[in-house]
């Protein structure tokens, strides 16, 4: 698990908020585990960091809510005293297997995987905002179900419900599995956006990232893959991934914190 650490300075970000650490994870893909020792050790990673908020943007399983119970007592561990919020990815509806499983529906299992997010002690955002506090001050944060521009992945969001009512404060970081909604909603309909965080490419488990030189086959997909981005006042940050699915590794593209 690699550790990068990235500075990011806003204009209009309220000075109480100055200095805030944001932990970053996405990405999990517990069904994919083998090795429980290993993850634990990525959780304490997360733990020595002792960031004021932590975010988790999508993909917590594979397909199924059930991939999770030997892992709750490991990631319940992760706290923060801004709180720990999270969002769904397009893996966790359940899309890719075909139901019933094991008797239950795929509605109930989608309703059995919010409540373990909740069960962790992390607050699910379903196409919603919460008001982040600090001396005084505020900023919002949005969080929105799945939506992507590529076609063969879902649509589940609504952002005109999650953005509904952020006007008034002065700064928003938005939780969105997949980078390519930046592009094709974020940016042209909600300038206001200042900070996306998302996951979901895993940089392709595969490619090359150092200083200075960065690539993947999955650029030939994705045109924002892994790291930071920015266009005018707006960035966006993909996390690479704590965990994999399919390929169980990574060549040159790390799990990232």
């Known amino acids: 698990y690699q550790v990068k650490r990235v500075a990011l300075k806003f ?14 994870f996405s990405d999990v893909h517990s069904g994919s585990f083998t090795n429980k020792k290993a993850v634990s050790g990525g959780v304490n990673k997360i733990m020595a960091e002792k960031a004021d908020l932590v975010i988790f943007s999508g993909d917590l399983v594979n397909d199924k809510a059930t991939e999770m119970h030997d892992y709750l007592d490991v990631f319940s561990r992760i706290k923060a005293p801004m709180g720990v919020y999270s ?11 075909s139901w019933p499983q094991d008797g239950v529906s795929k509605g109930q299992n989608l309703r059995n995987l919010a409540a373990i997010h ?9 196409d919603e905002h919460v008001t982040l506090e ?7 944060l949005i969080g ?24 008034k404060f002065p700064f928003k970081i938005l939780i ?8 094709a909603q974020v940016r042209p309909d909600y300038g206001d956006v200042d900070l996306t965080l998302s996951g979901h ?16 086959p999955v650029q030939y997909v994705y045109k924002q893959w892994a790291g930071l981005y920015q266009e005018g006042k707006q960035k966006l940050y ?12 990574r060549v040159g593209i790390l799990p990232e914190i």
């Open 11 to 24: 204009d209009n970000l309220p000075p109480a908020f100055k200095g805030m650490k944001i932990l970053h």
């Open 87 to 97: 969002t769904f990815g397009n893996h966790d509806y359940g899309d890719y297997v």
């Open 118 to 126: 909740g069960a962790l002690g992390w607050r699910l955002l379903m």
């Open 134 to 140: 600090k001396g005084g001050q505020q900023i919002a």
């Open 144 to 167: 929105i179900q799945n939506w992507s521009a590529k076609a063969r992945f879902p649509k589940h969001g609504n952002m005109e419900k999650a953005h509904a009512g952020t006007e």
């Open 176 to 183: 969105s599995h997949d980078p390519s909604h930046w592009d």
């Open 201 to 216: 490419t895993h940089g392709m488990q595969f490619g090359i990232d150092i200083p200075g030189f960065k690539w993947s």
């Open 238 to 249: 993909v996390n690479a991934g704590f965990g994999f699915i399919g390929y169980p590794g």
